[in-house]
């Protein structure tokens, strides 16, 4: 899917070689990896960065711009939790719970993309509002099957606890009743 480098390494041996191959990964550490922009998460989150983008720009030209704030805070936490979860910072910043946050910032997403794009469609007339309007039906989509999926992988996660906790729960009643027997 990504074309080839088309400029391959250089050879360290070489002049200057050292120097580009020293200063490559360092941009390159700002970068989000190909593997994870190819994911399912991944392709989510730039979709919402990109809808809530064009959303955003398309009330900005708009005569009256009474929705501008909520397509900007989107593409903000869009970008944010793409770079978070690039970077692995659920990893490294285990107090927070990162599903949770993600779940919640994608359902009120949702839910206030959906209102103020059918607000925007019925009661505007203006070009640029349709058009956000349906860009914004859109980013509703995106959001809700993000959180489609992150309600599924929490409770797949939940029903795997359970199946644990309950493994144990026997085990010990087990142990109990065969000392209880042995003592006998």
């Not at 250089?10 to 200057?16: A, K, L, N, R, T």
């Not at 794009?117 to 914004?136: M, N, P, Q």
Request: hydrophobic fraction near 45%; charged fraction near 20%; aromatic fraction near 14%.
């Amino acid at each position: 899917m990504w074309p080839s480098d088309p400029d391959p390494e250089p050879d360290p041996e070489s002049p200057g070689g050292a120097r580009a191959r020293a200063a490559a990964p360092g941009l390159r550490a700002l970068l989000p990896a190909r593997a994870f922009l190819c994911s399912t998460k991944g392709r989510l989150l730039l979709a919402e960065s990109g809808l809530s983008f064009i959303t955003f720009i398309c009330y900005v030209v708009s005569s009256a711009s009474a929705f501008l704030t909520v397509p900007l805070l989107e593409f903000l936490l869009a970008l944010y939790f793409l770079f978070a979860d690039a970077m692995q910072l659920n990893d490294k910043w285990q107090g927070l719970c990162w599903p949770m946050m993600d779940f919640l910032r994608c359902v009120t997403a949702a839910l206030i993309y959906f209102v103020i794009s059918i607000t925007a469609v019925a009661k505007y007339s203006d070009g640029s509002y349709k058009a956000a309007g349906v860009f914004g039906f859109l980013a509703t989509i995106v959001f809700a099957v993000d959180f489609y999926l992150i309600f599924n992988d929490v409770a797949k996660f939940l029903k795997q606890g359970d199946s644990a906790d309950e493994t144990t729960a026997r085990r010990t009643e087990e142990d109990n009743s065969n000392s209880d027997s042995d003592s006998d």
